[in-house]
């Protein structure tokens, strides 16, 4: 009975599509792309600073589940034109003892709806809509706007983007204005707030193998003129594998801004080398950044697309890439063993020291990680990490800070 009565409905759809001189609902899905992500995170992240527990810089002192699903539709409109829309749920849920209970209330959401234009004569592609930003300033900061992507020239990729608004009430993790206590002191760092924000520019990028670069440009209305570079190379030497890279990020603010913000032209660069030998994979780097005593910025939203290992202390005090002040100087080391081809276990360290200007006390922060993760099969993994991070103030009478992040997660991709 079921079958039968779906039958007659799908038969009185069809119907009436082909009544309004419509394809039928079997023509109008055969040419679409479904795709998508199913995660679960657990997440415990405590900060000990003397006898007192705070919530930690990632997350909450209580237990967190969070959940997040995308849905993902492509569908072919003509011979040039496509459509993508993506569906997401997302929660962070608090666990035993909070009181906020299981959600099951929110839904689905649009997070990004656009049209995709392709003319293969020009090697041109062109998105309009809500999409992913996709700059090496951003994660997966999402805005309105335009994109053109052109790959006339073999190896080289050209781009140009226009973006009107962005997500940052949603995403949480972009430059805005920043209010925190460090060191007994009551701190500000007013910066770039992107929900009122605009951002257009330009890109280069060039895949040479075994040389590859990236040049950016970009400017943020009433703000700052960005600029990056980065460049890559790849060798082998027997049966090992090597990747050096290296980045520079710069911004020059407007000069209003500069004295409203108390703000200073901001420099990034880090370098690192990886290698994979057999089973083994390593890296190790450098990273400096941020000024003693003025605010700047690096990128705009979360890490960026650049060199920045580690959890934790990229996001502590005096540290944040989204606006921050402090000058920066970190080294780090990773090393990991993969058991066959599904298993991984690896080490990280992250160490360094962020410096002040006078009257406010240096902090020599280090933070150590053990990680695993096990490849169950192509689209479903699982893994996890333990993230200890270490801050020592050279200040009398100022308490040392320790934080423990814990993640376990779920991930499954379609």
Same mark, same amino acid.
Request: glycine content about 8%; aromatic content about 16%; charged content about 20%.
């Given at each position: 009975?079921?079958?039968?009565?779906l039958?007659?409905?799908?038969?009185?759809?069809?119907?009436?599509?082909?009544?309004?001189?419509?394809?039928?609902?079997?023509?109008?899905?055969?040419?679409?792309?479904?795709?998508?992500?199913?995660?679960y995170?657990?997440e415990?992240?405590?900060?000990?600073?003397?006898?007192?527990?705070?919530?930690?810089?990632?997350?909450?002192?209580?237990n967190?589940?969070?959940f997040?699903?995308q849905?993902?539709?492509?569908?072919?409109?003509?011979?040039?034109?496509?459509?993508?829309?993506?569906?997401?749920?997302?929660?962070?849920?608090?666990?035993?003892?909070?009181?906020n209970?299981?959600n099951?209330h929110d839904?689905?959401?649009?997070?990004?709806?656009y049209?995709?234009y392709?003319?293969?004569?020009?090697?041109?592609?062109?998105?309009?809509?809500?999409?992913?930003?996709g700059?090496?300033?951003?994660?997966?900061?999402?805005?309105?706007?335009?994109?053109v992507?052109?790959?006339?020239?073999e190896?080289?990729?050209f781009?140009?983007?226009?973006?009107?608004?962005?997500?940052?009430?949603? @995403?949480g *993790? #972009?430059?805005?204005? /920043?209010?925190?206590?460090?060191n =007994?002191?009551?701190?500000?760092?007013?910066?770039? !707030?992107?929900?009122k924000?605009?951002l257009?520019?330009?890109?280069?990028?060039?895949?040479?193998?075994?040389?590859a670069?990236?040049?950016?440009?970009?400017?943020?209305?009433?703000y700052?003129?960005?600029?990056?570079v980065d460049?890559?190379?790849?060798?082998?030497?027997?049966?090992?594998?090597?990747?050096i890279?290296?980045?520079y990020?710069?911004?020059?603010? @407007?000069? *209003? #801004?500069?004295?409203? /913000?108390?703000?200073?032209?901001? =420099?990034?660069?880090?370098?690192?080398?990886?290698? !994979?030998?057999s089973a083994?994979?390593?890296?190790?780097?450098?990273?400096?950044?941020?000024?003693k005593?003025?605010?700047?910025?690096v990128?705009?939203?979360?890490?960026?697309?650049?060199?920045?290992?580690?959890?934790?202390?990229?996001?502590s005090?005096g540290?944040?890439?989204?606006?921050?002040?402090?000058?920066?100087?970190?080294?780090?080391?990773?090393?990991?063993?993969?058991?066959a081809e599904?298993?991984r276990?690896?080490?990280?360290?992250?160490?360094?020291?962020t410096?002040?200007?006078?009257?406010?006390?240096?902090?020599?922060?280090?933070?150590?990680?053990?990680?695993v993760?096990?490849?169950?099969?192509?689209?479903?993994?699982?893994?996890?990490?333990?993230s200890?991070?270490?801050?020592?103030?050279?200040?009398?009478?100022?308490?040392?800070?320790?934080?423990?992040?814990?993640?376990?997660?779920?991930?499954?991709k379609f």
């Amino acid at each position: 009975m079921k079958l039968v009565k779906l039958s007659l409905v799908a038969a009185l759809a069809a119907g009436a599509f082909s009544a309004a001189n419509a394809v039928s609902l079997e023509e109008a899905i055969k040419d679409v792309d479904v795709s998508g992500m199913f995660r679960y995170r657990f997440e415990s992240d405590r900060r000990d600073i003397g006898n007192t527990i705070e919530d930690g810089y990632n997350n909450s002192k209580e237990n967190k589940h969070r959940f997040k699903s995308q849905l993902n539709f492509k569908a072919a409109l003509d011979d040039n034109f496509k459509a993508f829309v993506q569906f997401q749920y997302s929660t962070n849920e608090a666990g035993f003892g909070t009181g906020n209970g299981t959600n099951t209330h929110d839904t689905f959401a649009v997070q990004q709806a656009y049209l995709e234009y392709t003319n293969e004569a020009y090697a041109t592609n062109v998105t309009f809509g809500k999409m992913e930003v996709g700059s090496i300033w951003t994660d997966d900061l999402v805005g309105t706007g335009a994109k053109v992507l052109n790959n006339s020239i073999e190896g080289l990729t050209f781009a140009g983007y226009w973006f009107d608004s962005f997500n940052a009430e949603d @995403d949480g *993790d #972009t430059a805005a204005s /920043l209010s925190t206590k460090t060191n =007994n002191k009551n701190q500000h760092f007013p910066v770039i !707030n992107m929900a009122k924000s605009s951002l257009y520019g330009a890109a280069v990028l060039g895949d040479f193998d075994p040389f590859a670069f990236q040049i950016w440009a970009a400017y943020s209305n009433n703000y700052a003129f960005l600029y990056a570079v980065d460049a890559s190379y790849k060798f082998a030497f027997n049966d090992a594998n090597f990747k050096i890279q290296a980045q520079y990020l710069g911004n020059s603010i @407007d000069s *209003d #801004t500069e004295k409203r /913000l108390d703000a200073d032209n901001s =420099n990034f660069y880090a370098a690192q080398i990886q290698a !994979n030998i057999s089973a083994f994979d390593f890296q190790a780097g450098v990273v400096g950044y941020g000024e003693k005593d003025k605010n700047t910025i690096v990128v705009l939203e979360d890490k960026g697309r650049i060199i920045a290992p580690g959890e934790q202390i990229f996001y502590s005090h005096g540290s944040r890439l989204t606006g921050d002040m402090g000058e920066n100087f970190f080294y780090f080391a990773g090393l990991g063993y993969t058991f066959a081809e599904t298993v991984r276990v690896g080490f990280d360290y992250i160490g360094g020291k962020t410096e002040y200007a006078a009257g406010i006390s240096d902090t020599d922060k280090n933070e150590y990680i053990a990680r695993v993760s096990y490849a169950y099969s192509p689209k479903l993994t699982f893994s996890g990490f333990y993230s200890y991070l270490t801050e020592d103030f050279n200040m009398n009478g100022v308490h040392d800070s320790d934080d423990q992040f814990i993640r376990l997660e779920a991930l499954y991709k379609f």
